[in-house]
């Protein structure tokens, strides 16, 4: 059933295409709630049609939306940001309902949307640009940056609200319009920001959302010569099918794809601090982050205390419907996830690791599963190079720091990466050693809208959040002034 909503019009089912909300599409797709199996709303199955419909209003609302002052164009993402706070609560309801994450959780990735676009707001009035020193006596050098043109965004179903709020943010604020395809599991969060921009102002045609076939919508966003950039979260394996198909019309490409964090425990980090850390780092959305641990690395000496302290904290998770009073974790998004953490489990108790907290589906049935900590993990077993994206610490023991930095690279993703010591130095060696995006050195949660998002190695392209989250989305033009 719905959620109760103060204002029940941001459950919204169908598309926005310019200035239309449109059922059209080939049939309907039913969101199902992953606590309880019974159905939220009920979206359109759109496709490749209605897709070219929305580029088409993209680009006819560009020239103006461009045409703006920057500062015109941040009132009103100021505006988009206030209704977002404004509406935190409904926002919040609708996506534990779609999506499962305790409704803690929720509130918080709405206000991170909120402040991404206010984020973003701010950055439009600094789009600045260069005058270089000019090699010649009657030149001038200048370099202006102007907005890539149309934007298409897909959205994974983790965090449907949040990840929109990092594309729509920097591309509204450049001048770039924005076609979105949220993901079919979470798409009311998608369309509700439909709604919103309307009603701050922003002019039809600026963001367009469409629900339905991933792989129609996806092919015509790809290869429409109009869109001329493909911003996407999700799997690294989709990552790789979008960047071969942008490669037709050679379009601007940002990736947020995959990673398989390692968190690392030296001997000498604080307990208190790292198993808390791991706690944040492993089981926030019940594991479905693509920044969430994905390898516990501890070290020898620290390694049994470790453990059993980790197992306690997985024991104490409070597991339920994430509507519910003091629940921590909620359902996994469907019966593959499932699938997925019990074949990781099944291979790694195989090959010899023993389950000391968890390891089974949780009574209350359907896609829970029980907090789950493994020992004796060794590199050979399928957790070491898949993302489990489920509620499973694996933990690994390693020597010595030379040790912990070989496997903690030994993976072809770059993401996020954690590690806990309080010696200086060597908080400093491990951090530049470690190849990845991102690094939590003491810190189990490090996303921010002030500081860049992103990986290297086959995690993805490009940075999200902060002053480099807008560059993604501006081209300089280089300008030469002749004959002065
Ligand atoms: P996950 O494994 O987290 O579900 P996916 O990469 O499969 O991640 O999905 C992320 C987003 O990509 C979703 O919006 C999904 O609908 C979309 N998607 C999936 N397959 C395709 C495809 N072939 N073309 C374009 N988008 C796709």
Known sequence: EAPALRNPKLL???????????????????VTNPATGT??????????????????AAHAAYPA??????????????????????NQEDLARLLTAEQGKSLAEARAEVGMSAAYV?????????????VIPSPWPDRRVLVTKEPVGVVAAITPWNFPSSMIARKLGPALAAGCTIVIKPASQTPLSGLAWGLLAQEAGIPDGV????????????????????V????????????????KQAAGTVKKVSMELGGNAPFIVFDDADLDRAVAGAMLAKYRNSGQTCICTNRVLVQDGIYDRFAQRMAEAA??????NGVEDGVMQGPLIDAAAIDKIEEHIKDAVDKGARVIAGGHRHALGGTFFQPTVMVDVVPGMAVAREETFGPLA??????????????ANDTEFGLACYFYTRDLGRAFRVSEALEYGMVGINEGIITTEVAPFGGVKESGLGREGSYQGIEDYLSAKYVCVGGL
């Open 228 to 243: 001329k950039k493909i911003t996407f979260t999700g799997s690294t394996e989709i990552g790789k099918v979008l960047l």
């Open 315 to 320: 024991d104490a998770l409070k597991v339920g």
């Open 65 to 86: 939306w461009r045409g703006k002052t920057a500062n015109e164009r941040a009132v009103l993402l100021r505006k988009l940001a206030v209704l977002v706070s404004e």
């Open 12 to 30: 919204v089912e169908a598309c926005l295409i310019g200035a239309e909300w449109s059922k059209a599409g080939s049939g309907t797709i039913a």
């Open 394 to 407: 694996p933990l690994f023991r390693f020597r010595d720091e030379a040790e912990a930095i070989r496997m």
């Open 118 to 130: 206010l984020w973003f707001a701010e950055e439009a009035r600094r789009v600045y640009g260069d």
């Open 39 to 56: 159905i939220v709303g009920t979206v359109p199955n759109a496709g490749a049609g209605e897709t070219r419909q929305a580029i088409e």
């Open 207 to 226: 963001v367009n959302i469409l629900t339905g076939s991933a792989r129609e919508i996806g092919a015509e966003l790809t290869s429409n010569p109009l």
